[in-house]
């Protein structure tokens, strides 16, 4: 890492060389230190990367340009072992299958939009609807299921960045948006997400990650027994598909509160179905604030989650039935990994109370989440 400092120059070369010379299947090679790419196949005739991310410390996070995905992120537990504190498979064909958007980039709108019907500037938009009768996450081809361009940047710290040209009318959705996501892991254990966006026509946007965390690297245990301490006092409650009911609702003396430590397990037989809900997060302005903390005494491990965002999608993964394999070969059963997605509030273009999620022309979308791995020994 050191030797590339004083050699800018020669190390861009080689960044270069490497991103455009062809990589042949399964093939890895060393982009530049802390990062390796290998061929992953090919989806509507473009090439498949995954990239591996490595610090000084050898945790280990591989995302590849399909979908943006978050395949694995391999850190120590207290014994020393090493485990993957997200769930995913080690090819292209396990995500081609439509898992529940395991590890991946969410876009255009991030969570439901009701009825995938909203009116902006006197204009009626309506998108592809693929959850009842809502628009989920991005429609029936998010961002999660396309080719990102991928470009390993020269930095002091291996970093990633992806790009999508999202045209005007995909998904239903007005205006193009050029978005650009970067994925930085550095040495103190933070995987890093920023996003950027702009348009050339007023739109919602609202991006997130969709990381199913169990950070006793096994599902065969269930998160149930993890500790999470949410710093929101309120939450908007949903009706039955899941689309808020416009309330914001203070969390005191219900099953939602998480403003201290406690079990996900405690109280989630009192929420039917299991959590899967927006917090309204404390944090006052758009500034970077720890939000979050979810922990496990199996393994020491921690992750706190910092964001720029006002909401906080905690989902207990009440959805996962068993039907996909986790990359040890094991059911990926009901409650057996856990979201946190930061974001804005779900179906905001239909709720003028929440935050906005408007973007115009000229504007910048920005966000910035950091998931940080701490381990308590
Ligand atoms: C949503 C869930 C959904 C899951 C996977 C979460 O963000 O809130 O309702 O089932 O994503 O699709």
Request: proline fraction near 4%; include cysteine.
């Amino acid at each position: 890492m050191k030797l590339m400092n004083f050699l800018p120059v020669v190390s861009l070369i080689a960044v270069i060389v490497s991103c455009n010379s062809p990589v042949k299947d399964e093939e890895t090679v060393t982009v530049k230190a802390g990062i390796t790419k290998t061929d992953w196949g090919e989806f509507d005739s473009s090439k498949v990367y995954l990239y591996t991310l490595t610090n000084t410390k050898g945790t280990e996070v591989k995302i590849t340009n399909y979908g943006g995905i978050v395949t694995s992120f391999v850190t120590d537990d207290k014994a020393g072992n090493k485990s993957s504190i997200v769930i995913g498979f080690d090819s292209l064909s396990g995500y081609l299958a439509k898992p529940p958007y395991f590890g991946a980039l969410i876009g255009r709108y991030g969570n439901r939009i009701s009825d995938g019907k909203f009116t902006l500037d006197g204009t009626a938009y309506t998108l592809a609807t693929n959850n009842g009768k809502n628009a989920l996450h991005g429609g029936l081809k998010g961002f999660d299921k396309v080719v990102w361009t991928s470009t390993v940047m020269n930095d002091t710290v291996p970093s990633l960045t992806l790009n999508y040209l999202s045209k005007d009318g995909e998904e239903g959705y007005p205006g193009n948006l050029k978005v650009t996501v970067v994925y930085t892991l550095t040495d103190d254990d933070e995987l890093k997400i920023e996003y950027n966006a702009e348009t050339d026509k007023t739109t919602p946007v609202n991006l997130t990650n969709h990381s199913y965390f169990n950070l006793t690297g096994d599902v065969s245990n269930t998160i149930l027994n993890h500790k999470l301490m949410i710093d929101a006092d309120n939450y908007t409650p949903v009706d039955t598909t899941l689309i808020p009911t416009g309330e914001i609702k203070s969390v005191k003396g219900t099953p939602f509160d998480f403003t201290a430590a406690k079990a996900i397990g405690k109280e989630i037989d009192s929420v039917k179905g299991g959590y899967d809900h927006n917090w309204v997060l404390n944090k006052k302005d758009n500034s970077l604030q720890k939000v979050a903390v979810l922990s496990d005494s199996l393994s020491g491990r921690s992750v706190e989650v910092y964001s720029t965002e006002p909401g906080l999608q905690f989902y207990t993964g009440n959805f996962l039935d068993g039907t996909f394999i986790n990359r040890d070969g094991k059911h990926i059963n009901q409650h057996t990994a856990l979201c946190m997605e930061t974001q804005h509030f779900p179906d905001s273009p239909n709720e003028p109370s929440f935050p906005s999620t408007i973007l115009k022309p000229g504007e910048k979308y920005h966000s910035e989440t950091v998931y940080k791995v701490v381990l308590n020994k």
